[in-house]
């Protein structure tokens, strides 16, 4: 029989709706007070006025009155409140190792690369070095996905051109595109954005840092890159950041400077004939088989809501605790969701060097945010609260989840990239496309993208699989979503079970086997954090 609420952890005082409970409803031997609606809370205990709120086993907030048993949690009777952390010498690195015999010999087929990484893609990017480019890397980009075979079918625009033509009821027809020139590219990707000068020098130093980490993904087979000649981010820079990431770095990289090359007619032939040469140079290169200890997969959320700490990304936790097993690198980010479980997270460090790292981030992060009159509870959108996360406290110990239980075996501040095998905490705002894009140019050459509410959001160059935290989402937005996880929720699926076929369809996808709905759609977001305070 289906559950009808859920005690997520031994110690927890509040529990969990996995449908509608009517008020009067007497479940688990807690009668509800009032109407509570599915992924919302409800006392499971007398809770006086300033007590813990316990969730997941750790401190989500605290209450503003005195709470009944059977009370439904609010905004309006319950504030955000997390638990201190500090460096511990002690050091809880000892986990329940899964057992992954069944995966120990699977393999997908990859770019290899000759600094030992492999690509689940290979593609071509055109990236401005200052937003005064964006017109010219957007020309060059055009020209090039249309001529070559990339640009898709719009089949809005036919249907609009029914609509002009006085048709009342136009049908939607899909076509399948042109064939590629260049069969093993799998597509010419712009990386736009607008930066470049006007910040300070650690803000182009920055974004060389991330656009280097782009350039030398395993998933990019060359770079086009633009620059104007005055900004503060210059050519040598970003030769520099790209020379930390990957000493001797041998793919294409085209650099040009219309302020030294001239007028722009010259600068776009050069750009386009060097570009050619450098495409059919990269499109060479084949599918060979990979182990998947070469994947660095990104875990990440957006639009989440009160199912998604209790089944999707429970379920990419344990993908994550396979392929750290299998000796593969998985990527948690967004630090502001990580309000509530630092203490978890610097005791799963490997050592304290570690440990101190992540908590003098956590602290400097927090500490920007409050010094503009914000702080991390200031993190749940309104569709989070809307969808039962209250605090976010109660959305980070939701979202930490997607971590599995791994010791922690890097820290790295944005926009750095992920150096070793392991799970590796990595500095970024909770904005999903803002830590997407940062997971990426750290390595992630696949993400898993957890939304309760439905979130569109794609990369690039990484295939970005989206995981629906409950199956009224898959049905009604099953053009962005590629894994149904509301399974677990329904009973009809473990959250091992799920994670398996969440692992295979990752191979698949590693593999070009299967296209992401965000790469169907082009959803192709990038989005460079300029280091301020978002959340």
């Known amino acids: 029989m289906r559950l009808q609420i859920l005690k997520i952890h031994q110690d927890d005082n509040v529990w969990v709706a996995l449908q509608d409970i009517p008020a009067g409803t007497t479940v688990e031997g807690i009668t509800a007070i009032r109407n509570v609606a599915a992924k919302h809370k409800l006392t499971g205990e ?22 009944p048993k ?21 050091r809880k690195i000892n986990w329940d190792v899964p057992d992954v015999s069944e995966w120990k010999d699977r393999h997908f087929m990859g770019y290899h690369r000759t600094d030992g990484r492999v690509g689940t893609g290979n593609y071509w990017v055109i990236i401005p070095l200052v937003f005064c480019e964006n017109r010219n890397v957007q020309m060059l980009h055009k020209v090039l996905v249309k001529e070559l075979g990339y640009r898709k079918h719009n089949p809005y625009e036919e249907m609009l051109q029914q609509l002009l033509q006085g048709k009342e009821d136009p049908e939607i027809v899909i076509k399948p595109p042109k064939r590629r020139t260049f069969e093993n590219i799998d597509g010419i990707k712009l990386l736009s954005h607008t930066l470049g000068c006007g910040g300070t020098k650690d803000d182009a130093r920055t974004l060389c840092g991330l656009l280097a980490g782009y350039i030398t993904h395993p998933n990019v087979a060359g770079a ?68 998947l200890n070469k994947l660095i997969i990104g875990m990440e959320c957006g639009g989440s809501d ?47 060097e570690l440990a101190a ?18 702080g991390f509870d200031s993190n749940p959108s309104a569709g989070n609260i809307r969808d039962g996360l209250i605090t976010d406290a109660i959305k980070s110990a939701g979202a930490a989840k997607k971590g599995g239980s791994s010791p922690v ?38 993400v898993l993208f957890t939304t309760g509410l439905g979130t569109p959001t794609g990369n690039p160059v990484t295939p970005v699989l989206k995981l629906s935290t409950n199956s009224k989402l898959a049905n009604k937005m099953e053009d962005i979503i590629d894994i149904d996880t509301g399974t677990i929720i329904n009973g009809e699926e473990s959250i091992n079970e799920a994670a398996d076929r969440i692992l295979n369809l990752v191979i698949d996808t590693a593999s070009g086997l299967y296209t992401a709905r965000a790469q169907v759609l082009e959803q192709d977001d990038f989005i460079p954090w300029k280091r301020g305070v978002s959340l």
């Open 224 to 291: 086009t890159v633009l620059s104007l000649g005055c900004q503060n981010a210059q050519i040598d820079m970003l030769k520099e950041e790209i020379e930390k990431r990957v000493p001797g770095f041998d793919r294409t990289v085209i650099c040009l400077e219309q302020q030294k090359i001239g007028s722009e007619k010259v600068l776009m032939e050069q750009a386009l004939q060097l570009t050619f040469e450098g495409l059919a140079k990269a499109n060479k290169q084949q599918r060979q088989p990979a182990p």
């Open 46 to 67: 007398f809770i006086a006025k300033d007590s813990p709120i316990i969730m997941y086993g750790v401190l989500v907030g605290l209450a503003n009155e005195d709470l």
């Open 306 to 352: 009160g199912f998604s700490g209790i089944s999707a990304n429970p379920a990419v936790g344990r993908v994550s605790d396979i392929l750290v097993a299998l000796g593969g690198s998985v990527i948690l980010s967004e630090f502001p969701e990580l309000c509530g479980v630092e203490q978890e997270l610097s005791d799963r460090c490997i050592n304290t």
């Open 409 to 446: 075996t890097d820290v790295i501040d944005y926009p750095g990239r992920v150096q070793r095998p392991g799970l590796a905490l990595l500095c970024t705002p909770g904005s999903d496309v803002e830590s997407t894009t940062a997971e990426v140019g750290a390595g992630a050459n696949i």
């Open 357 to 374: 790292r992540y908590t003098q981030l956590m602290r400097e992060y927090a500490s920007r945010a409050e010094a503009v009159g914000s």
């Open 70 to 90: 059977g009370e439904l949690i609010t905004t309006k009777n319950i504030r955000h409140a997390s638990g201190n952390f500090a460096v511990k010498e002690e």
